[in-house]
Nanobody, 121 residues
Framework: VQLQASGGGLVQPGGSLRLACAAP????????VGWFRQAPGKEHEFVGG??????SVADSVKERFTISKDNARNTVYLNMNRLQREDTALYYC?????????????????RGQGTQVTVSS
């Protein structure tokens, strides 16, 4: 499954970005999606996920990030508000053939190349 993440960039603290994860038609009706991020020197961190069982975001971003899906566009979005310097990382989406998403990166079967988010003034 080929995934294409986009929407990253340079944003000031307090700003917003919307990341998109595009996939071939019907992918997201079958696969669960996870968003992860990795900052230099750090482990992969679960940000949020969406699947047939529902959606969730990590506690660390719960008040600022949401996940949504546009079935017509075969795209899953990570909506990020009130960005902080600590949110700087490479963000990527991944899918697993399951009705449930998980917070473990190694549970996923395919991942996209990622999009860089830099929060800086």
């Amino acid at each position: 499954v080929q995934l294409q993440a986009s929407g990253g960039g340079l944003v000031q603290p307090g700003g917003s970005l919307r990341l998109a994860c595009a996939a071939p038609a019907r992918t997201f009706s079958i696969y669960a999606v996870g968003w992860f991020r990795q900052a230099p020197g750090k482990e992969h961190e679960f940000v949020g996920g969406i699947s047939r069982s529902g959606s969730s975001v990590a506690d660390s971003v719960k008040e600022r990030f949401t996940i949504s899906k546009d079935n017509a566009r075969n795209t899953v979005y990570l909506n990020m508000n009130r960005l902080q310097r600590e949110d700087t990382a490479l963000y990527y989406c991944a899918v697993r053939n399951s009705r449930w998403h998980t917070s473990v990166a190694s549970d996923y079967d395919f991942r996209g190349q990622g999009t860089q988010v830099t929060v800086s003034s």
